[in-house]
């Protein structure tokens, strides 16, 4: 049966890294078919809605959608799409690769190749609970860590490793202080690892997962954490490979995910065939994963890194001259 998948070109650079990622899944022949729809700015000014009914009803219905950056304009009654996208569809599981490429400008530009799993609903990242007090003295939030949460991320982080031919996973937590929520993540994570005899685990305090990834990031392999932990060292992980140009990211629920690529809409750039559309044709390496297309996922990462090594037609933010199209024709060409 034909895959459906629905595609958000986005706002900003969207359109263009969209099509550039288009152009490479069609040379691959996924054999997937696409279906278009709005969301954020393009979506306000055609429908009066920032995330219209029918894009929802598209993402029910395909369960997969690959997504552009979208601009949340102030006032547009959510305070941000991509927050409210998670909520809605219950995408639990946030999830970014950190690899060296060569020829980009990092500390790392070999032997980093590390998978972050990052809780999405609960932790530290709760709505309720914030409070200031009248005198403006004394503010307090809450963190909620729930059992059925920490196992669902635990267990998709196995099964991540396992799909993916990885063999370890690391849990970071800060469970010798905060005994309660962050010692009820990892007892679970524990509990998941004695399921999974052929991955190994291991266990790491989160001040000393951030010196080791700094130091040694060849040792990492799987990490799986909490929400606010999650969220800082998925973004280190991003620093150690030269920044956010090169990193996708996957938002996964039980009923739906969504791929993306994890910088912004680039509006100084846009409309100008400047943008560099790696991140979201790895977001797309990742979705292919996700739909049991690995070895496809596997030509795209390696056409990529091909084409970076021969410097062919890369884009201005990597120290060439090429356009968005014209890089992605020379990873279409090697795929
Ligand atoms: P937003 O408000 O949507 O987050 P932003 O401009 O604040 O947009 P980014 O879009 O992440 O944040 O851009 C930060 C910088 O990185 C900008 O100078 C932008 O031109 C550059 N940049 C972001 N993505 C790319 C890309 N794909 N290719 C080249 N440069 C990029």
């Not at 590390?114 to 609960?122: D, F, G, P």
């Not at 968005?324 to 279409?332: D, E, L, R, S, V």
Request: charge should be negative; hydrophobic fraction near 40%; include cysteine.
């Amino acid at each position: 049966m034909t895959q459906t998948i629905t595609v958000i070109r986005g706002d900003g650079i969207g359109p263009e890294i969209m099509d550039a990622t288009l152009h490479v899944l069609d040379a691959l022949q996924t054999g997937l078919e696409y279906e278009f729809a709005d969301a954020g700015v393009v979506a306000l000014e055609k429908t009066g809605e920032l995330l219209p009914e029918a894009t929802m009803d598209s993402i029910r219905r395909n369960r997969v959608a690959l997504k552009s950056p979208l601009t949340t304009p102030i006032g547009g009654g959510f305070s941000s799409i991509n927050v409210e996208l998670r909520k809605r569809f219950d995408l639990y599981a946030n999830v970014r690769p950190a690899v060296s490429f060569p020829n980009t400008k990092s500390r790392f530009s070999s032997g980093v190749d590390i998978l972050t799993v990052r809780e999405n609903t609960e932790g530290a990242y709760l709505a309720e609970g914030q409070t200031v007090s009248e005198d403006g003295e004394t503010a307090t939030s809450m963190i909620r860590v729930t059992r059925h949460g920490s196992e669902r991320i635990a267990r998709y982080a196995f099964e991540l490793a396992r799909s993916t031919g990885r063999k370890k996973v690391t849990a970071v937590h800060k469970a010798n202080i905060i005994k309660s929520t962050s010692g009820l993540f990892l007892k679970t994570a524990r509990e998941v690892a004695a399921q999974y005899p052929d991955i190994a685990f291991e266990e790491m305090i989160v001040d000393n997962a951030c010196m080791q990834l700094v130091m040694r990031p060849e040792q990492f392999d799987v990490i799986v954490t909490t929400n606010l932990f999650g969220d800082i060292i998925s973004d280190l992980c991003a620093g150690l490979i030269g920044g956010l140009g090169l990193i996708p990211g996957a938002n996964i629920g039980t009923d739906a995910a969504i791929f993306e690529a994890v910088h912004g809409t680039a509006p100084d750039i846009a409309g100008q065939g400047k943008a560099n559309p790696c991140a979201l044709l790895l977001g797309a390496a990742q979705m292919l994963d996700h739909l049991g297309m690995c070895e496809k996922a596997e030509r795209l990462r390696a056409a990529i890194v091909a084409t970076l090594e021969a410097r062919d037609s890369l884009t201005g933010d990597l120290g060439g001259d090429g356009t968005t199209m014209g890089f992605a024709k020379a990873i279409a060409g090697r795929v």
